[in-house]
T-cell receptor
Framework: GAVVSQHPSWVICKSGTSVKIECRSL??????MFWYRQFPKQSLMLMAT?????????EQGVEKDKFLINHASLTLSTLTVTSAHPEDSSFYIC?????FGSGSRDTQYFGPGTRLTVL | SQQGEEDPQALSIQEGENATMNCSYK?????LQWYRQNSGRGLVHLIL?????REKHSGRLRVTLDTSKKSSSLLITASRAADTASYFC?????????????FGSGTQVVVTP
């Protein structure tokens, strides 16, 4: 199956700093990537859709100036948590799809996640 | 917001037993997917069932979909200790929302040897 990596696996930072998380599709090209966050013992919540070559689209309630997304190439999307605060501490997971729509596989491949702890 | 609810929230069984969990959702879907997540890890895709399908099998997994009731079930037969994980259903509404998965609340499964 397709492999998706995230870097770093975990990060601890001080309040007020910015943290960048990378999501890479290792053996395929992904025109669309998705970013989710997951609080402890809770489900995943979609944050935004990252499109290569265009602006990301954010879900309702997600601050686009807080969570900057850049889809620099067909294999890389980055999520930057700006001026992080303790309430931003969470597990951030990206996913990539091989293609969506009728006749396509519609399967998504998830990265291993990045655990962010803001002190 | 979450699309669906899963029940039970947690399930503890012994190896060899079957595990069944249910997922209910609220809006029309193009497909429904089941994922497994080990503690603190990413998600592993298990199975996808489309809205025009009623049942699907993959190894020890059996998924059903009832679009009239907006519900799905995942059955794991002959469970193993390695099946211990959280299981999530996720719906894809398709059209303008292709790929935007809405996850259920999850079922935590513990399989004891």
């Amino acid at each position: 199956g397709a492999v998706v990596s995230q870097h770093p696996s975990w990060v601890i930072c001080k309040s007020g700093t910015s943290v960048k998380i990378e999501c890479r599709s290792l053996d395929f090209q992904a025109t669309t990537m998705f970013w989710y966050r997951q609080f402890p013992k809770q489900s995943l919540m979609l944050m935004a859709t990252s499109n290569e070559g265009s602006k990301a689209t954010y879900e309702q309630g997600v601050e686009k100036d807080k969570f900057l997304i850049n889809h620099a190439s067909l294999t890389l999307s980055t999520l930057t948590v700006t001026s992080a605060h303790p309430e931003d501490s969470s597990f951030y997971i990206c996913s990539c799809g091989l293609g969506f729509g009728s006749g396509s596989r519609d399967t998504q491949y998830f990265g291993p996640g990045t655990r962010l702890t803001v002190l | 917001s979450q699309q669906g609810e899963e029940d039970p929230q947690a399930l503890s069984i012994q190896e060899g037993e079957n595990a069944t969990m249910n997922c209910s959702y609220k809006t029309s879907i193009n497909n429904l997917q089941w994922y497994r997540q080990n503690s603190g890890r990413g998600l592993v895709h298990l199975i996808l069932i489309r809205s025009n399908e009623r049942e699907k099998h993959s190894g020890r997994l059996r998924v059903t979909l009832d679009t009239s009731k907006k519900s799905s079930s995942l059955l794991i037969t002959a469970s193993r200790a390695a099946d211990t994980a959280s299981y999530f259903c996720a719906t894809d509404a398709g059209t303008d929302s292709w790929g935007k998965l809405q996850f259920g609340s999850g079922t935590q499964v513990v399989v004891t040897p």
